[in-house]
């Protein structure tokens, strides 16, 4: 079977396994084969739930047989693959889990069989998964008795322990020591979407939105650089009934993570050494827009278990931060994880009950007036066990301050010194404006030198004007915005200049005659933070 492009990233990550690595053994995932809603719950439309379930197909694409046991007669086994899906949505620019940290399923019966891109299916012992064979469910397939909670799961080494497990508690959950003696208890479940993919009626019901589903298989031993074929994911549909949701899929199955469906994003993926899992970022920036570019973050735990307790960003000391926002999968507002700006870095932490656990993907995003660059996102890990204490995963960050503010202006209405493109070297579109009053004069001025000079009515002068380089006066708009055009040209070598508009009030705080806009700081073919 070839090797899909994703496994080159896996590649790139050290070539050494995890304690309990097996050469040879590699799982795929080729097809996500349905989407079905199996029920709906709660109140009426929009504040009910629905029951979502995923059909997969699979392959043994190694070159060892791997054991595929499920149980005895009198006790549970775990050598057996488990397979975890997600439902994510795009829209408005930003890719979110929208199902929540649901059940997967244990696979306790090995089928074997030849077809799909596996090749042709090789002979073996009983009760394992032979080589090039394939398995294949459908999302009915997946029944009351065989989805489990994937918190009970290591993702990393692909272990679980039947023993206290929720197949041996039973449901409802049986007594002493039934609990806890390996063997199946029974499970009942109250209704039909228990288990399954549970999916709020309101994440469903968006206009011009994008579904798009995951699969995902795990089993014990597999390497972790075997791992970039594991994830199959497919556009899926939902059409709202008069009590329900229809789903259906659509176009091509593709083998890589959801995040690479993300359009206009970059991902990249980290892991924890030879130590633990892998963490996907994915980034999309837009802008500049008013000097501010738009940074959306989603972070997909793959197969990490020590899980995240901490996203860390770098960021130029004296860049500007706002609409800063978290988002997770449970939708409870007081497990949400908080935000702190310390000197060059953003950091969202979380709380001891909400770590970023494997098959589920968190986001952040904020605006900020440094640009993108080339950097590194960190993924502090959430629990004690072997590996460092953070993970490190390429990104781009805000990193490239080509305009400081230097500090606020004053008076009524306000008025805002912008600028229009970047001041790169050359940049011959690149202009100056100021927003204010409209109809009225504006005067922008530059200078070589930055100033911090009281004027009395909370205004600030924070240009030297005794290295005045031009000043223009112009006239804004019925908008309030007028422009100056300073195109850069070509082999310049970089320097700075500092600007500050006033815009002409009668009765205004600056000389008792205009409003001030803030400063900045404009680092003509500046490079990184100041």
């Known amino acids: 079977m070839q090797r899909p492009l994703l496994a080159a990233c896996f590649l790139t990550i050290p070539l050494l396994a995890q304690s309990n690595a097996v050469p040879g053994l590699d799982v795929s995932t080729y097809e996500l084969g349905d989407a079905t809603v199996f029920g709906r719950r709660g109140s009426a439309f929009p504040n009910g739930e629905v029951g979502i379930n995923l059909g997969h197909s699979m392959c043994n694409s190694g070159t060892v047989i791997i054991p595929w046991v499920g149980s005895s007669a009198t006790q549970m086994l775990s050598t057996y693959p488990r397979i975890a899906s997600l439902l994510a949505r795009e829209s408005d620019g930003r890719m979110v889990q929208v ?7 244990h696979s306790a019966t090995a089928f074997n069989f030849t077809g799909g891109p596996c090749g042709t299916c090789q002979a073996g012992p009983s009760q394992t998964w032979r080589i090039q064979c394939s398995d294949v469910y459908s999302s009915g397939f997946s029944s009351t008795g065989s989805l489990g909670p994937t918190t009970e799961i290591d993702p990393w080494l692909g272990t679980w322990n039947p023993i206290g497990s929720y197949f041996d508690r039973g449901l409802p959950e049986v007594a002493p020591p039934a609990n806890s003696d390996g063997i199946r208890s029974p499970i009942t479940w109250s209704d039909p979407i228990q288990g399954r993919m549970l999916v709020p009626d309101t994440e469903l019901d968006v206009p011009g939105a994008s579904f798009w589903g995951q699969v995902w298989v795990s089993v014990i031993g597999e390497p972790g650089d075997n791992r970039g074929n594991n994830a199959t994911t497919r556009r ?30 970059t991902t990249t993926l980290g892991r924890n050494g030879l130590d633990d899992g892998h963490f996907m970022v994915g980034v999309k920036v837009t802008g500049p827009v008013d000097g501010f570019w738009h940074y959306e973050y989603a972070i997909h735990n793959i197969d990490n278990a020590r899980g995240g307790a901490a996203f860390r960003i770098p960021v130029c000391s004296s860049a500007q931060v706002r609409n800063v926002g978290f988002r997770d999968i449970d939708r409870d507002a007081l497990n949400q994880w908080q935000y702190t700006r310390t000197g060059n870095e953003l950091a969202w932490q979380a709380p001891a009950n909400n770590p970023h656990d494997w098959n589920t993907i968190y986001n952040v995003w904020f605006d900020c007036d440094a640009a993108p660059i080339a950097g590194t996102f960190a993924v502090d890990q959430a629990r004690i066990g072997p590996g460092a204490l953070s993970v490190a995963v390429a990104s781009s960050i805000p990193g490239q301050l080509w305009h400081e503010n230097l500090g606020a202006g004053c008076g009524t209405p306000t008025a805002t010194f912008r600028t229009v493109g970047v001041p790169s070297v050359p ?3 690149y202009a100056l404006g100021v927003t204010g009053a409209p109809s009225s004069l504006a005067l922008i001025v530059l200078t070589f030198a930055g100033s911090n000079t009281p004027l009395g ?13 031009g000043t223009e006066l112009t006239a804004t708009n019925a908008g309030g915005v007028a422009t100056w055009n300073l195109p850069i040209p070509a082999g310049l070598a970089p320097f700075d200049l500092f600007g500050q508009a006033a815009v002409l009030l009668p009765g205004g705080p600056a000389f008792g005659a205009a409003v001030l806009s803030n400063a900045l700081r404009l680092r003509i073919g500046g490079i990184g933070c100041p």
């Open 427 to 429: 940049s011959p579109s």
């Open 236 to 265: 899926a549909t939902f059409t709202r009934t008069a009590t329900n949701f229809t789903g259906a899929v659509t176009g091509t199955a593709v083998v890589a993570p959801v995040l690479t469906r993300w359009t206009g994003a």
């Open 99 to 105: 199902s929540g940290k649901s059940f997967c399923k």
């Open 457 to 469: 009515g909370g205004c600030t002068q924070w240009i030297d004007t005794n290295q005045l380089l």
